[in-house]
């Protein structure tokens, strides 16, 4: 089967001079559509119609065919009809003719396949590059404005509204003459919205240029009750930075899906990381995102072998296997042991919430505390603190208490809201606001810390393991109280009753010191170092 293709690109562009040999994502223009004709599977010959010096040299440099386009054939008013007929008129044998314009540089060779394979297979005369683009439109009757519609509907119960692309135009060569490409069965193949850029205007190129340069990100996350679950809320809100929708791995040995809450993010649970690495290879991601604590050299290697293009970025890693990434953050950790390795405070990702909150304010006394271990909570200082707050000696303040998600007694913990001074949550929506009624805090060593320190909350802390022993942020000389691993009740209640006694005075010292922090810019300094490597 013969099956041509031709593409049209005369030189006299009024809109974008020099339109077909712009710049566009490293290459010419029309570098875009003879590069897909070239490595289409069904498309035999191609065939350049110009009238463009430097159209021909590039034309001329791919090795396809250069049809010198008359003079007569290439004014404004010529329709695209006359040139493809001119440009074929001479080949008896063809079985197929494709128009592709060099305006569409984002279309993908897989889609124009796609389309052939499609037009062949349903015997259609003529197949027609389209994007499904369903609006409440409007028309004009007897010199008044009239919608073009009966019944006013939300976007996505309006019926298709097909719109032209211009990629391609498949026709059976038959009907392919000076005043037509369209045959009696004509159909539409739609493209997905990002191959679906036609360049007419200069917003054009810019919005194809950010396509052809557009990241594919995935990330790998994997929280627990032993691990902890603040990785999960890191990666949701990295994932939220990009101007892509990443592929979230899990795997479904270590992660309950439940954690990661109610998101629209696409999540992907893999059965172990060989499954992972498939993944990896198939969708060759320019980034790839590890948020699963320390990896080894061999898991970092085998990721470089099946993406050996992408840039690596690891979160909270602190194994061997930063030798391997391209950049590594750790917040809380306040050494860097390699040059790729950005510690310290400055690198805290701040939830979107947080931002949009100021610091309370000190009162005279402490009447409302928060209380809350992260996610997990694996020491179970939230049942020790609800047995101790519990106590008729406490009555008198009230006690915020918020279970994360990967909690594992939280129906057992959900029964001290019978204590009318005692409010228990479970996986809040609204953090900040329930942190900001709080006179003082109680957590554990990680994200929590943080975000007690964003708005100024006098804190007594204490770490969940070993790990987080190495934490640094969280410290007496930041303006909290730790209190180390593991801590006796006794020692716990004792700085409870001890916060609950501060002057306003103390407590203000405290913020004083939470608040010299600059904690609001991480996420802008951690794209910003992505977007530079």
Same mark, same amino acid.
């Given at each position: 089967?013969?099956?041509?293709?031709?593409?049209?690109?005369?030189?006299?562009?009024?809109?974008?001079?020099?339109?077909?040999?712009?710049?566009?994502?490293?290459?010419?223009?029309?570098?875009?559509?003879?590069?897909?004709?070239?490595?289409?599977?069904?498309?035999? @010959?191609?065939?350049?119609?110009?009238?463009?010096?430097?159209?021909?040299?590039?034309?001329?440099?791919?090795?396809?065919?250069?049809?010198?386009? %008359?003079?007569?054939?290439?004014?404004?008013? +010529?329709?695209?009809?006359?040139? +493809?007929?001119?440009?074929?008129? %001479?080949?008896?044998?063809?079985?197929?003719?494709?128009?592709?314009?060099?305006?569409?540089?984002?279309?993908?060779?897989?889609?124009?396949?796609?389309? +052939?394979?499609?037009?062949?297979?349903?015997?259609?005369?003529?197949?027609?590059?389209?994007?499904?683009?369903?609006?409440?439109?409007?028309?004009?009757? %007897?010199?008044?404005?009239?919608?073009?519609?009966?019944?006013?509907?939300?976007?996505?119960?309006?019926?298709?509204?097909?719109?032209?692309?211009?990629?391609?135009?498949?026709?059976?060569?038959?009907?392919?003459?000076?005043?037509?490409?369209?045959?009696?069965?004509?159909?539409?193949?739609?493209?997905?919205?990002?191959?679906?850029?036609?360049? @007419?205007?200069?917003?054009?190129?810019?919005?194809?240029?950010?396509?052809?340069?557009?990241?594919?990100?995935?990330?790998?996350?994997?929280?627990?009750?032993?691990?902890?679950?603040?990785?999960?809320?890191?990666?949701?809100?990295?994932?939220?930075?990009?101007?892509?929708?990443?592929?979230?791995?899990? @795997?479904?040995?270590?992660?309950?899906?439940?954690?990661?809450?109610?998101?629209?993010?696409?999540?992907?649970?893999?059965?172990?990381?060989?499954?992972?690495?498939?993944?990896?290879?198939?969708?060759?991601?320019?980034?790839?995102?590890?948020?699963?604590?320390?990896?080894?050299?061999?898991?970092?290697?085998?990721?470089?072998?099946?993406?050996?293009?992408?840039?690596?970025?690891?979160?909270?890693?602190?194994?061997?296997?930063?030798?391997?990434?391209?950049?590594?953050?750790?917040?809380?950790?306040?050494?860097?042991?390699?040059?790729?390795?950005?510690?310290?405070?400055?690198?805290?990702?701040?939830?979107?919430?947080?931002?949009?909150?100021?610091?309370?304010?000190?009162?005279?006394?402490?009447?409302?505390?928060?209380?809350?271990?992260?996610?997990?909570?694996?020491?179970?200082?939230?049942?020790?603190?609800?047995?101790?707050?519990?106590?008729?000696?406490?009555?008198?303040?009230?006690?915020?208490?918020?279970?994360?998600?990967?909690?594992?007694?939280?129906?057992?913990?959900?029964?001290?809201?019978?204590?009318?001074?005692?409010?228990?949550?479970?996986?809040?929506?609204?953090?900040?606001?329930?942190?900001?009624?709080?006179?003082?805090? +109680?957590?554990?060593?990680?994200?929590?810390?943080?975000?007690?320190?964003?708005?100024?909350?006098?804190?007594?802390?204490?770490?969940?393991?070993?790990?987080?022993?190495?934490?640094?942020?969280?410290?007496?000389?930041?303006?909290?109280?730790?209190?180390?691993?593991?801590?006796?009740?006794?020692?716990?209640?004792?700085?409870?009753?001890?916060?609950?006694?501060?002057?306003?005075?103390?407590?203000?010292?405290?913020?004083?010191?939470?608040?010299?922090?600059?904690?609001?810019?991480?996420?802008?300094?951690?794209?910003?170092?992505?977007?530079?490597?």
């Amino acid at each position: 089967m013969k099956i041509v293709a031709v593409i049209p690109a005369r030189a006299g562009s009024k809109g974008i001079p020099n339109k077909n040999i712009r710049i566009i994502g490293e290459h010419p223009l029309i570098y875009y559509a003879i590069n897909n004709a070239k490595n289409s599977e069904y498309i035999t @010959d191609i065939i350049v119609s110009t009238d463009s010096p430097e159209v021909e040299l590039v034309a001329r440099q791919m090795g396809v065919e250069i049809r010198q386009r %008359d003079k007569a054939l290439c004014g404004d008013s +010529i329709t695209l009809d006359s040139v +493809i007929y001119d440009a074929v008129k %001479d080949i008896k044998d063809a079985d197929y003719i494709i128009t592709m314009q060099p305006t569409s540089p984002t279309l993908k060779v897989k889609t124009l396949d796609g389309a +052939i394979r499609y037009a062949l297979e349903k015997d259609i005369d003529t197949l027609i590059s389209a994007i499904n683009a369903p609006h409440l439109t409007w028309g004009e009757k %007897d010199g008044k404005k009239v919608p073009n519609y009966t019944k006013r509907l939300n976007r996505q119960y309006l019926p298709p509204c097909y719109v032209e692309t211009g990629a391609f135009v498949i026709s059976k060569a038959g009907i392919v003459t000076e005043t037509t490409r369209i045959g009696q069965k004509v159909d539409v193949y739609e493209l997905a919205p990002e191959e679906a850029q036609d360049i @007419d205007t200069f917003e054009d190129m810019r919005n194809a240029e950010m396509a052809l340069k557009r990241q594919r990100v995935g990330m790998y996350v994997n929280g627990n009750n032993k691990r902890g679950t603040g990785h999960i809320y890191r990666a949701l809100e990295v994932a939220d930075e990009f101007y892509v929708k990443p592929d979230i791995y899990y @795997d479904i040995n270590q992660t309950d899906p439940k954690v990661f809450g109610n998101t629209m993010h696409r999540l992907i649970p893999v059965d172990g990381i060989a499954q992972m690495f498939e993944k990896c290879r198939e969708n060759d991601y320019t980034i790839f995102v590890n948020d699963i604590l320390d990896t080894s050299i061999d898991y970092m290697i085998g990721l470089r072998s099946v993406l050996p293009n992408a840039k690596i970025v690891n979160f909270e890693d602190d194994g061997e296997g930063i030798l391997k990434a391209d950049l590594v953050f750790n917040a809380l950790y306040s050494k860097s042991p390699a040059t790729n390795v950005y510690s310290g405070e400055k690198y805290y990702i701040a939830g979107k919430t947080f931002l949009f909150f100021e610091p309370i304010e000190i009162r005279g006394k402490v009447k409302r505390v928060f209380i809350s271990f992260g996610g997990a909570d694996p020491k179970n200082y939230t049942d020790r603190l609800l047995r101790m707050i519990s106590k008729p000696e406490y009555a008198e303040y009230e006690f915020e208490v918020v279970l994360g998600r990967a909690k594992e007694n939280v129906d057992e913990l959900l029964k001290y809201n019978d204590y009318s001074n005692i409010n228990v949550y479970h996986d809040v929506k609204n953090m900040p606001e329930i942190m900001s009624a709080c006179d003082m805090g +109680i957590t554990s060593r990680g994200r929590t810390g943080y975000e007690l320190a964003i708005l100024g909350i006098p804190t007594i802390a204490m770490a969940q393991n070993e790990r987080e022993e190495k934490h640094s942020f969280v410290c007496n000389e930041n303006g909290f109280s730790y209190l180390g691993l593991g801590p006796s009740d006794e020692i716990i209640e004792s700085n409870l009753k001890m916060y609950l006694s501060l002057s306003r005075e103390s407590r203000q010292a405290f913020q004083d010191k939470l608040l010299s922090h600059e904690l609001k810019g991480g996420r802008r300094r951690i794209m910003g170092l992505i977007n530079s490597i």
